[in-house]
């Protein structure tokens, strides 16, 4: 049972780690895109083969590259609503790179989460609630500024500090 656990765990992490990438790079993917998307794919794959946080945080960060680099350079009408979707996926790609690194860590035995539900989905709800504003407001038509990009690029570092903090704080003990 533990080798089928650890194997779907595997497949939870490339499948995921696809689904966000396919996303990202349809309807109309470009070769930055589709050569990023082969990055994090291959991320994926590793962190999926070696368990380790640093392998995951690699994977997530390439992944989220992947998400923001097709949402810059795609100005199809289904962008904002893939941006929403993109960001559900991330999410679930962080539960199941932590779920594998757990179960590796722990040699197998099932760790139990104490904390309530509510809490727990909190930072899913926000995660989802900043990325349908984000998306909303991609696709606006406003004359590009300094002020404009320069607060885009803050958010996108932003977000790529708060998936790789996410990713590491989720794996701590109480």
């Known amino acids: 049972m ?13 499948g995921t780690g ?8 349809l ?11 082969a990055l994090a ?7 999926a083969a070696i368990r380790r946080p640093l392998a995951g945080t690699v994977a997530l960060a390439a992944t989220t590259v992947t998400v923001l680099l097709a949402g810059a350079l795609d100005a199809s009408s289904v962008r904002p609503a893939q941006v929403v979707l993109a960001a559900g996926l991330l999410m679930a790609l962080l539960a199941a790179l932590a779920a594998a690194e757990e179960a590796r860590a722990a040699g197998g035995a099932v760790t139990v989460t104490r904390s309530p539900w509510p809490q727990r989905l909190a930072p899913v709800l926000v995660a989802m609630t900043a990325g349908a504003i984000v998306a909303v407001t991609g696709a606006q038509d406003v004359v590009p500024s300094v002020p404009l990009v320069l607060a885009g690029l803050t958010a996108a570092v932003a977000a790529l500090v708060v998936a790789a903090s996410a990713h590491r704080t989720g794996r701590r003990r109480e």
Do not use: E, G, N
Request: net charge positive; glycine share 0%; with cysteine.
């Open 27 to 37: 309807p109309d993917p470009s070769r930055p895109v589709l050569v990023a998307a």
């Open 41 to 47: 794919l291959s991320a994926c794959v590793a962190a």
């Open 18 to 25: 696809l689904a966000v990438l396919a996303v990202a790079a």
């Open 2 to 14: 533990t080798v089928l656990r650890t194997l779907l765990q595997r497949a939870a992490v490339i």
